[in-house]
């Protein structure tokens, strides 16, 4: 991450809104982002990636929503496509806890950079290159108050995959998880666009790999490595050593655990979605701020400062 945040230290929700947040080093300067209220209007810098705020909703802090909207959407680039990856716990006694989740976050962004960088040290604060795919992370809980974890990616370009087929581990883990795994089970089983998928977006019947199975894309197809990452963070076979994963998370081939979000809408769609009101609801903020949005290793600095 080029800078590390942490959540919100400090946040006035009358008046102007300024949100700080400071890196995990606290002697290091902090950034703050400023979201100014004049005459009663939210300005926020905004640019053709960032949709108009909605008639205001009753007890939701709808300032602080679009300031957190426009972190995440400023951080990203919309020349590329990006993927989907939701993982959940095996286990309704695991993922109760926030400091728990966030600690597997940390072993998620750890190993999916390990997978290309094995000597990598910094992984915390940053990444292995400025072009290696960023990494946004949300919690968000279901209604049992068992949390699961969301990853929005920036693609693996092919240059990337190639460096790591090139590498004897990397290469074991592709083979192990691709062709023994993913690329083995029945058809059903292995549809790029799943029954579940389409029964909550009909228009990807006309998706290109509509009716398609992985076994039948290539090795540099984004829905492919998406669905590899996916499978890649859960896989944890003891008996063969296969201790790539963690153990605590599962996903399921026919859910749609992994996509590919290939419309600059599908993107800010999914950027409101997961900063639900819920997450803005003014009597909660008065006690803590928002912490859906993993700012410990999300990577959130602004793409107009990338060279």
């Not at 009716?211 to 896989?235: G, M, P």
């Not at 599962?250 to 809408?265: A, F, Q, W």
Request: net charge positive; with cysteine; proline share 4%.
């Amino acid at each position: 991450m080029d800078e590390q945040f942490n959540y919100p230290h400090e946040v006035h929700i009358h008046g102007d809104v300024h949100i700080h947040y400071y890196k995990e080093n606290p002697t290091h300067e902090h950034k703050r982002v400023h979201v100014q209220r004049k005459e009663n209007q939210l300005h926020v810098h905004r640019d053709e990636h960032v949709p108009n705020s909605t008639q205001n909703t009753r007890g939701i802090d709808k300032r602080l929503k679009d300031s957190y909207k426009e972190i995440m959407l400023k951080s990203m680039s919309f020349k590329q496509d990006l993927y989907f990856i939701t993982w959940t716990y095996a286990k309704k006694v695991w993922g109760r806890h926030y400091d728990e989740v966030e600690k597997d976050i940390g072993q998620i962004r750890k190993r999916i950079i390990h997978l290309f960088y094995q000597n990598f040290k910094d992984w915390k604060d940053n990444r292995p290159t400025r072009d290696f795919p960023k990494m946004w992370f949300v919690i968000e809980p279901h209604a049992d108050g068992q949390y699961h974890i969301h990853l929005i990616m920036e693609p693996v370009d092919p240059d990337l995959l190639a460096r790591g087929l090139h590498n004897q581990r990397f290469q074991l883990i592709w083979d192990r998880i691709v062709r023994q795994k993913i690329c083995k089970r029945d058809t059903k089983d292995q549809q790029v666009i799943t029954k579940k998928m389409l029964e909550k977006y009909p228009e990807y019947k006309y998706h290109h790999h509509y009716q398609k199975t992985f076994s039948q894309l290539n090795r540099y197809d984004h829905w492919l490595i998406a669905r590899f990452i996916c499978e890649y963070i859960t896989h944890n076979n003891k008996r063969n050593g296969e201790h790539w994963g963690l153990n605590r998370l599962t996903n399921s081939p026919n859910n749609i655990n992994s996509k590919v979000m290939e419309r600059e809408e599908e993107v800010i769609n999914k950027i409101d979605y997961l900063n639900k009101d819920k997450n803005f609801k003014k009597h909660h903020l008065k006690h803590q701020a928002p912490s859906h949005l993993c700012f410990k290793y999300s990577d959130l600095s602004n793409n107009d400062n990338d060279p």
